[in-house]
């Protein structure tokens, strides 16, 4: 598929745009981007050699394959509303749209069926990495639609993953992902317990957080947010309003199936406690602020 196709971009954030820079660096014809926020976009064409449009239509009217990475479930049906005419389904047909937005598993299995409807292919490809394995190539891709569609878009999503795999029919790596996120935040908001109160019993975190390490409270959070949270450096790479957001979605999965998951209900509404306060935008590492003594009053 290199170099044949045209690839585009709506959405290009901190991953959207790393992505797009992976792509180019692998010999692909990055030939369009758009986003919300224009000058993202212009910067980035700037930077790429390639075009800012003003309409995901013009992107999709331009490029044989449209990634979209966006936000949240109202930015994807805005992208492919059937009622808009600048979204991505004016010019839907024999496209191919790789979406790789963390949103509810309905909204990919009803994008799927809109493209679908207007004569495209479409695949999600959830992400569970961050922005440096964007950049690097080396995100961990679970991808939900037709086997078939997800074959045809294969050397792309190599080029820009180090684990690649196929989960089943539109909506499921949603639900992969969702339940992925769920487990972290709930991991995210226990270690933050966990050292406050350390803390506040005035033990030695540094230590502490060596002897979690070596013992049953060890987890993937522990290595990239611990130190984070001892030394309160809540740079954003997966923000706590995309935390409480995403548990948000794996609750109500549990609802429809009638199960009450009280863990990733606390852990949910600590990160919306968060966000209500105004630092929404704190990496998820700042749900210690919460918990430990003295820091929100």
């Known amino acids: 598929m290199m170099g ?3 690839i585009g971009f709506v959405g290009v954030g901190r991953m959207g745009a790393n992505m797009a820079r992976r792509l180019k660096d692998q010999g692909y014809v990055v ?18 050699s390639c075009e800012a449009v003003d309409s995901p239509a013009r992107v999709a009217e331009l490029c ?18 059937e009622e808009n005419p600048t979204s991505l389904l004016a010019h839907a047909k024999d496209r191919l ?7 509810s598993p309905e909204v990919h299995i009803e994008t799927e069926a809109r493209v679908n409807r207007h004569g495209g292919t479409n695949l999600e490809a959830l992400m569970a990495s961050s922005i440096t394995q964007a950049r690097e190539g080396t995100l961990y891709l679970m991808c939900g639609g037709k086997k078939s569609v997800f074959e045809q878009a294969q050397s792309i999503l190599e080029a820009l993953s180090t684990k690649l795999l196929y989960i089943g029919p539109a909506g499921d790596a949603a639900k992969v992902k969702a339940l992925v996120n769920m487990v972290m ?14 803390d506040a019993l005035g033990l030695d975190l540094t230590t502490l957080r060596e002897v979690f390490s070596q013992t049953g409270a060890a987890s993937r959070v522990l290595e990239t947010d611990g130190e984070d949270m001892q030394n309160r450096d809540h740079e954003c790479y997966f923000s706590a309003a995309h935390a409480a957001k995403d548990s948000g979605i794996a609750l109500s999965l549990a609802q429809s199936e009638g199960l009450k998951l009280p863990v990733a209900q606390a852990a949910c509404d600590q990160y919306e406690r968060l966000t209500k306060s105004g ?9 210690a602020e919460l918990v430990f003594k003295g820091r929100m009053e």
């Open 64 to 81: 044989d394959v449209v990634l979209t990475v966006v936000t949240d479930d109202e930015a994807m049906y805005e992208i492919f509303s």
């Open 4 to 6: 044949s196709n045209r």
């Open 279 to 287: 630092k929404g935008e704190l990496d998820k590492s700042g749900v």
């Open 97 to 103: 749209f790789i979406n790789f937005a963390t949103v």
């Open 31 to 48: 030939t369009a981007v758009q986003d919300y926020y224009a000058k993202s976009a212009e910067t980035l064409a700037q930077e790429l």
């Open 185 to 198: 935040n709930s991991n995210t908001a226990a270690l933050a317990e966990g050292l406050g109160l350390g």
